[in-house]
């Protein structure tokens, strides 16, 4: 077994031993008929030129150098074609999909075997060990990796379950159309984002509607309006309703006048009513930010009835932790946590267990201001009123705190198309 990280840099010389550089790269060839990837030609490169050299040409790789079979200037020449994969530009640190752990993971090294006289990709490292080799720790990672001897860990995924779609592009494993959406929308949203403009298309319209508009709120609202640019009006309209509405006014907001105009047309009159309304608002206020989809109760009953009506009308709520209580014209009375309302005795009534003094903000405060009233007071999510105290929505912790915490721990940014 040899592993990519290993072979990458090696010194390499001709038979007689002169220097012609350092192992840049590998390149196996990958055919549908084919197991595993056999490799083909290797990368040399001396100062700033490339030698791409046929397998045939190599007398041994895994030494402490790579050896030809050949003088310098006699060397063969490979050209590489259509089914030839550089390794280490074309898969080390791309994304694949681990169904079995339902996640995304990253390509960390490469395992090759030897098998009579050729060399095979046969494994792909996701784990900690392929690190410490890139990082130069072989000694370190040969000591951690002792203990799972004569077993195949868990970091480690077999080439054949792994399907690449283009030279240049993230790999997933082979994956039911179905199992796509068991992925959290986050990872999606990481692998969407890491892919050409083709793919990603390809990808999103693989997904449920459900799903697809779970994905676009881990992206950013400009992202976003890149991603359903090519999709049918039909389709985004869909996929707004199942949004929440703060997410689908962002969206709306990067789209251009008449689009967006004629996307609140075809969704559902509650639905585009409410997101119409949070539009009405500056964009970095507590109306801005705000969602409509919040949880509230009648004054008048008791914790037992509060959690029957919850469990009819709350079944699509994003935030539960809060319940508001308002009377008939919605004017904001108390609060009680879910938490609360479900370790009362069924018949104390709510008003009973809600906490009268709330905090609340403004439909025209600023987002600062929501954000240190958040972060003060601990707070998962705040609820904005109008000017006579009637309740109209709720900001979210994320929402109020997307503009003042540090970018790294914002919604992930994606990369530029290539």
């Not at 720790?137 to 000591?143: M, N, P």
């Not at 997410?247 to 409410?274: F, G, H, V």
């Not at 479900?342 to 929501?370: I, K, N, Y």
């Not at 009637?390 to 503009?403: C, E, F, H, N, S």
């Amino acid at each position: 077994m040899a592993y990519l990280s290993l072979l990458l840099g090696k010194p390499a010389a001709d038979v007689n031993g002169d220097s012609l550089g350092h192992l840049e790269d590998v390149i196996a060839s990958v055919r549908s008929q084919a197991a595993n990837p056999v490799v083909t030609a290797l990368v040399i490169r001396h100062q700033r030129t490339r030698s791409v050299v046929p397998i045939s040409a190599v007398a041994v790789l895994t030494a402490p150098a790579v050896s030809l079979t050949h003088a310098g200037r006699d060397v063969p020449r490979y050209e590489p074609g259509e089914h030839d994969l550089y390794l280490a530009r074309d898969v080390l640190d791309r994304q694949i999909i681990d169904v079995n752990g339902v996640r995304v993971v990253r390509v960390n090294d490469l395992e090759l075997a030897r098998v009579d006289n050729a060399y095979f990709l046969v494994n792909v490292d996701i784990g900690g060990l392929g690190l410490l080799r890139r990082l130069g720790l072989r000694g370190l990672a040969e000591r951690l990796g002792r203990g799972v001897r004569g077993k195949r860990p868990g970091n480690i995924i077999a080439w054949g379950d792994v399907e690449l779609l283009q030279a240049d592009q993230p790999m997933r494993l082979k994956v039911p159309g179905k199992k796509m959406s068991e992925l959290h929308p986050a990872d999606l949203a990481e692998l969407i984002s890491d892919l050409k403009r083709m793919h990603s298309d390809k990808l999103l319209a693989s997904l449920d509607v459900k799903t697809l508009a779970d994905t676009l709120e881990e992206v950013e609202p400009d992202f976003q309006a890149s991603l359903v640019e090519a999709m049918p009006d039909e389709k985004v309209a869909d996929v707004l309703e199942e949004m929440a509405p703060d997410e689908a006014a962002d969206l709306l907001a990067e789209l251009p006048q008449e689009r967006s105009r004629d996307l609140l047309e075809l969704m559902e009159k509650d639905e585009a009513e409410d997101v119409r309304h949070l539009l009405t608002f500056p964009e970095e206020s507590a109306g801005g930010i705000m969602t409509t989809d919040v949880a509230t109760l009648p004054e008048g009953l008791t914790a037992g009835e509060a959690l029957a009506l919850l469990r009819k009308t709350a079944r699509e709520m994003e935030t539960l932790t809060y319940l508001y209580v308002t009377d008939s014209t919605q004017h904001l009375l108390g609060v009680v946590s879910l938490h609360e309302l479900v370790l009362a005795d069924p018949s104390t009534p709510v008003v009973e267990c809600m906490h009268r003094r709330v905090v609340s903000v403004g439909l025209l405060d600023l987002q600062e201001d929501v954000a240190q009233a958040v972060s003060k007071y601990n707070l998962v999510a705040i609820p904005v009123v109008d000017s006579e105290q009637r309740l109209q929505g709720i900001v979210t912790a994320d929402d109020a705190l997307d503009k003042v915490i540090p970018t790294a721990w914002k919604k992930r940014l994606p990369r530029l198309y290539h």
